[in-house]
């Protein structure tokens, strides 16, 4: 199993390293998580990746559809079961894979594909949860994790969520990376640090770990400790929308917005 990643070391200490598939960039363990069965999935570098533009932890093509396959086996195969099985998203993806090859084979497709397989499954009753141990960047993060019922990730300088990198923002806002960084003080959703994100009310939680890329066994613990709790949270919550993301501090707007739509919205229907 390949252990060049947060993810897939995370991977390994938690659900171990008998995968479900022969698959390179998309590892999947059918472990357990509080005594009950599990399922647990990385997207990891694979080197040798036949899409280059896929080799250092993207979300390429194949994976997008590895990764819907990785969940509607669970969802296909749980549909007629009382108690369905957890999946654990193990979250340390670069970016989506940007290439020519990927926009004429519909990287779109992929990508949906696998973000509709992650809601499906929450909606089905799965309790699906997202581990953010290293990057969660833009198209990649969408597809592997966002859709879960709870977010937690590692508060380590390692561990980021972000539409795009800093040098590819700088470009796209016409500013150095310095000035990036001055902003990104004042406005907290173009900070990278993950306590500026778990303002904006996405994260369930916010481990301290001593590190992300080398855990100890006390991370270990505490991460599966959490991930318990949070099972025993989506238990007792009846919800299974994200409704629950929009009470962050800087998410007024977001609130307000959604309000008027829905006003707008009635307002068209009873017309």
Request: aromatic share 6%; charged share 20%.
């Amino acid at each position: 199993m390949n252990t060049t990643s947060n993810g897939a070391t995370w991977l390994a200490q938690l659900a171990g390293d008998a995968p479900a598939h022969d698959w390179t960039a998309v590892q999947v363990v059918d472990g357990t998580l509080a005594g009950a069965p599990a399922r647990y999935i990385a997207v990891v570098p694979d080197a040798q990746n036949r899409f280059p533009r896929a080799r250092n932890g993207e979300v390429g093509l194949v994976e997008g559809w590895q990764l819907a396959q990785a969940v509607q086996e669970i969802v296909g195969a749980d549909r007629e079961a009382s108690v369905k099985r957890p999946i654990v998203a193990i979250i340390d993806v670069t970016s989506q894979a940007y290439g020519r090859r990927e926009e004429a084979f519909g990287i779109h497709q992929a990508l949906a594909g696998a973000a509709g397989a992650y809601a499906q499954a929450r909606l089905a009753g799965h309790p699906v949860i997202g581990l953010i141990v290293g990057l969660a960047m833009s198209g990649a993060f969408l597809a592997h994790g966002y859709q879960a019922n709870r977010l937690i990730a590692l508060d380590d300088a390692g561990v980021m969520v972000h539409a795009m990198g800093k040098a590819s923002a700088a470009r796209i806002t016409l500013r150095s990376v310095e000035a990036l960084e001055t902003l990104a003080q004042s406005v907290p959703p173009m900070a990278y640090d993950i306590r500026s994100y778990a303002s904006l009310g996405l994260l369930w939680r916010v481990l301290q770990a001593s590190s992300a890329a080398a855990p100890t066994a006390g991370d270990v613990a505490l991460v599966r400790a959490t991930l318990e709790e949070a099972l025993a949270d989506i238990a007792a919550d009846a919800a299974r929308d994200l409704s629950g993301r929009f009470g962050g501090a800087h998410r007024a707007a977001s609130r307000r917005v959604r309000e008027l739509l829905h006003a707008q919205w009635e307002g068209g229907a009873n017309a």
